[in-house]
């Protein structure tokens, strides 16, 4: 055998670099051995995931959580936060401790007037899956006041909008069926606009898609595709300015706008979801009313729904919903969401047809299951179930209401006179006289068969007719 220090040992070992803290780089028999850094090591076993686990408590603070391990910039655990374990993640630098979610991060944004820029007080339900960006300005956004900046942070929410609601609506629902839950990120965008042609430059816009933007940073952040599931437009009794027919391309043109804008961001078109205008308590008509009627059934290539008429909420002296309505409206915003994913269709009753027979008059609607009227008559609209007649030669009165015995999506209604007039008109829940009551002005008592329960523990949730002012015709109404 070769002896210590023979040209044979010299030429399998030795060392190639060598620096003043010792070797670099050597070699031996079986390769090269590389001397690294502990930082080195250390980054290689994170990679690798053989480092050593961090205690929780130090990381996490005094939560109930275990198996913690760090994913690139995320720590992921498990915990015991609310009533049972799950998965969650918190970013490594720090911030909100948010889900451990499967699916898209969903957005549910909106934009309008000031009457959407309310709240309820406390967080939604799945205060971990329903988020805002981190930006520290929260659901409810700017109100037009400043400038909001897109971030890829997500952050939880102290208080509930209706985008909140909806929402957490949803994830009660796939809760309820043991269905995944994925993460939302919510924002509400208003502005004071005058004028809906001018809604699309305002700063509320502008902030709105910022929104947006957050949605498909923050998504990138978590590896997940980013996704807008609805988009709320409420925005109308705020117009001043526009008739009915400027709102209708005033809101056509604003759809138009958001899905270029959201092409362009990677975004698919969302679904548009609006409640069909019923005015205030004080303000009985408004052009958005047919404006909103006109676009309930012609609303061209845009995915636009109306998921219930305003009548059915109460509201305050400003228009603005109470607690228990905002959750309503967000119920009925996400039974239509719901219907459109599946690919199925949301339609409240909409009157397209009224024809004067002598003193009977027969309106036909739209509907996706048989009329009724209502016998409780929850809203107090009055023996004439809320219809009324206007412009005739002569004043008239509706007597009864009733479903057509040869139709049940068409109404028979009879007056005490033959209702003639080169203007006349059938109007339902428009044009009304204040009751004095937490509800617009304008209501009805018709609806369709479809219900559901609330959790605000209140009535049943329904599918009530739209309003609606239509010209009467002369016609067979028997």
């Known amino acids: 055998m070769p002896g210590k220090g023979s040209s044979d040992d010299a030429d399998t070992r030795g060392v190639l670099i060598r620096a003043d803290n010792g070797d670099v780089i050597a070699f031996d028999e079986t390769g090269l051995i590389l001397k690294l850094s502990d930082r080195v090591v ?132 796939r809760h309820t069926a043991r269905q995944a839950l994925p993460l939302f990120l919510t ?25 947006a933007d957050s949605l498909v940073a923050a998504a990138a952040s978590l590896g997940k595709r980013p996704r807008v599931l609805a988009v709320g437009l409420d925005y109308g009794l705020e117009d001043v300015v526009s008739d009915s027919a400027a709102l209708v391309r005033g809101l056509r043109a604003l759809m138009a706008r958001v899905e270029r804008d959201f092409n362009q961001r990677g975004l698919h078109r969302p679904i548009f979801v609006a409640t069909f205008e019923s005015g205030t308590i004080e303000i009985d008509s408004h052009p958005v009313i047919a404006a909103h009627w006109e676009l309930a059934w012609q609303h061209g290539a845009h995915d636009l729904v ?34 459109r994913l599946n690919r199925e269709d949301w339609l409240c009753p909409l009157f397209l047809l009224a024809e004067y027979d002598g003193p009977r008059i027969r309106v036909t609607a739209r509907a996706l299951d048989d009329l009724v009227i209502d016998p409780a008559d929850p809203f107090g609209a009055g023996p004439a179930c809320g219809f009324s007649l206007a412009g005739t030669d002569a004043p008239v009165t509706i007597t009864t209401v009733e479903v057509a015995a040869d139709d049940p999506r068409a109404l028979i209604l009879t007056c005490d006179r033959t209702p003639t007039g080169a203007a006349a008109e059938l109007r339902y829940a428009f044009g009304a006289v204040a009751r004095g009551d937490d509800r617009p002005a304008n209501r009805g008592a018709v609806r369709d068969g479809w ?8 009535a049943a949730l329904h599918r009530w007719a739209y309003p609606c002012a239509l010209p009467l015709h002369p016609g067979a109404a028997s």
Request: no cysteine.
């Open 451 to 458: 219900s559901a329960a609330s959790r605000t523990g209140g």
């Open 42 to 173: 250390d980054e290689l076993r994170t990679r690798l995931g053989t480092a050593p686990a961090a205690d929780p408590l130090d990381v996490l603070g005094d939560i109930d959580a275990w198996d913690l391990r760090q994913e690139g910039d995320w720590y992921r655990f498990t915990a015991r936060i609310d009533d049972t374990p799950r998965g969650y993640q918190r970013r490594v630098e720090g911030g909100d401790i948010i889900a451990a979610a499967a699916g898209p991060l969903y957005g549910v944004l909106s934009l309008g007037g000031a009457r959407r820029a309310g709240f309820n007080t406390g967080g939604p339900d799945f205060r971990h899956n329903v988020l805002a960006p981190g930006d520290h300005i929260g659901a409810v956004g700017l109100e037009g006041t400043d400038d909001a900046k897109p971030t890829d942070r997500l952050q939880a929410i102290p208080h509930a909008t209706r985008d909140t609601l909806i929402a957490d609506t949803l994830l009660g629902w």
């Open 306 to 339: 109306f998921s219930a008429p305003a009548y059915m909420f109460d509201i305050g002296r400003f228009g603005r919903p109470t607690d228990p309505a905002r959750i309503r409206m967000a119920e009925m915003d996400a039974h239509a969401i719901a219907a």
């Open 187 to 211: 924002r509400t965008e208003t502005d004071g606009t005058a004028d809906v042609a001018a809604l699309g430059d305002g700063r509320g816009y502008a902030n709105f898609l910022s929104a």
